[in-house]
């Protein structure tokens, strides 16, 4: 399905109007968790891991009301909808995808990782991010061919805001291999022995110096630590920004990275499966397994586009020869 670069201009601006309704909602209910009537806490499924609150709802709901009345035709897919049990499955046509708070357990715990993450594809194809964290007044703003930014939210990205990567227009500096990055993952809502111990594992070899009769067969990476920020969208902004260098998980869901996706490509990262299949970006979009490079130069400062896909497909090897290739459901 074709666009037009005005039309992608036309998507980011209402996007950022959508993260600006947002912000306002987040920061409220954020600051009113300590306050006598702060609000109840609901459990997905049984699962204390796994949080909504009705702040979650709200933005939800005031997110796919507005897109409803200005952008006719388009579909939507939002993570409380989809929990709520209504069917949204991801077609060529224009398709905005939403998490209102992704960190609601941050959020829950006043932990200041926290956004509002909103993306468009077409075609299935990101094309345009989004995404907020009011409580630390960070916007992140991508469209295809027009680079990311981060900015204020009463800032003109472009104008005001700083182009992503911080180095631009250059790539990042030499990751020469594993043990030099710093690595950002998650454990992930879901507990399962048969999740969490493949992610256990594969998150111990993705640090450690020595091999484990625990991952046979698998590589060690040594790297120098594993962060968790309990948020897909913030450990993907914390990349952009230089702060990481990868990023893996398996487990996240199409309305955690989305935005994220296009918003890492405009800053010179990749973003490919988790485990290593060959995938489109429809396929990868829904996978649920998710590896991100930062955009890099080569070892030896090269920093042409073909030296930098080198560079980054030999840290994407790497990560695949250690972590463990497996599958979480859908349902």
């Known amino acids: ?28 209910g954020f600051n009113s968790r300590f306050s006598p009537e702060r609000s109840a806490l609901l459990v997905k499924k049984g699962n204390t891991a796994d949080l909504v609150t009705e702040w979650d709802q709200k933005v939800e709901k005031l997110v796919r009301a507005k897109i409803a009345e200005e952008m006719k035709g388009h579909s939507f897919i939002g993570e409380e909808t989809v929990a709520a049990g209504e069917e949204c499955g991801l077609t060529d046509v224009p398709t905005w995808i939403v998490d209102p708070i992704d960190g609601t357990t941050n959020f829950v715990h006043g932990f200041p990782f926290v956004a509002v993450s909103i993306g468009l594809t077409i075609g299935k194809e990101p094309v345009v991010g989004v995404i907020y964290n009011p409580i ?13 930014y981060l900015s204020k939210i009463d800032e003109d990205p472009r104008v005001q805001g700083r182009r992503l990567p911080f180095t631009y227009p250059h790539p990042g500096p030499p990751l020469p291999s594993l043990s030099m990055a710093l690595v950002a993952s998650e454990y992930g809502s879901d507990r399962a022995t048969n999740v969490i111990d493949p992610k256990v594992r594969s998150m111990r070899n993705l640090s450690s110096r020595d091999p ?18 309990g948020s897909a ?31 890492v490509r405009e800053a010179g990262g990749i973003v490919v499966d988790g485990c290593g299949r060959d995938v489109d970006d429809g396929q990868l979009l829904t996978g649920r397994r998710f590896l991100v490079v930062r955009g890099c130069c080569g070892d030896d400062g090269d920093t042409s586009s073909e030296a930098t896909l080198a560079a980054q497909e030999k840290i994407i090897k790497e990560v695949w020869s250690i972590v463990e290739d497996f599958d979480l459901p859908r349902k």
């Open 233 to 263: 969208t913030m450990n993907m902004m914390a990349l952009v920004q230089g702060q990481v260098d990868v990023f893996w998980e398996v487990g996240c869901w199409e309305w955690d990275v989305c935005a994220g996706i296009i918003i």
């Open 136 to 148: 630390l007044d960070q916007l992140f703003t991508a469209a295809k061919g027009r680079g990311a």
């Open 212 to 229: 484990s009769d625990l991952a046979p067969g698998r590589a060690v990476g040594h790297a120098h630590g594993i962060r968790c920020l």
């Open 1 to 28: 399905m074709s666009y037009t670069t005005e039309e992608l201009e036309t998507y980011l601006d209402f996007a950022i109007r959508l993260a600006k309704l947002a912000g306002p909602v987040i920061l409220e």
